[in-house]
């Protein structure tokens, strides 16, 4: 990716980081992209913010549940080489008031 490629699709990044939504809806990932392999197995959700909903990637390898509470947090999406960019990315996590089953 190029710098300002990157740069541009950061703008709104802070605007998310720290909102709180719940999950209607998830997935677990277990077999991905080459460039994601080394992340899996991850979840992908999509999460409510009140009138609006978007999907994010799960930090970790965090199983994610529909009804869990969570938070847009930024987290390194891939491993880079030492000459790129370090591409980081929101991302979701389970609050810890979150009831899991």
Same mark, same amino acid.
């Given at each position: 990716?190029?710098p300002?490629?990157?740069w541009r699709?950061t703008?709104?990044?802070s605007s998310?980081? @720290?909102k709180q939504?719940?999950?209607?809806?998830?997935t677990q990932?277990?077999?991905?992209s080459?460039e994601?392999a080394?992340l899996?197995?991850?979840a992908?959700a999509?999460?409510?913010?009140?009138?609006?909903?978007r999907?994010?990637m @799960?930090? @970790?390898?965090?199983e994610l549940?529909?009804g869990?509470a969570?938070?847009?947090?930024?987290r390194?999406?891939?491993?880079?080489?030492k000459k790129?960019?370090?591409?980081? @990315?929101?991302k979701?996590?389970k609050?810890?008031?979150?009831s899991?089953?």
């Open positions: 990716m190029q300002a490629q990157y699709q703008k709104e990044w998310w980081i @720290g939504g719940t999950v209607v809806a998830t990932v277990r077999v991905a080459p994601r080394g899996t197995p991850y992908y999509l999460v409510e913010f009140g009138s609006e909903r999907s994010f @799960g930090v @970790g390898h965090s549940e529909v869990n969570v938070e847009c947090v930024l390194k999406n891939a491993n880079s080489d790129s960019l370090i591409e980081y @990315g929101i979701v996590q609050l810890s008031s979150s899991s089953a």
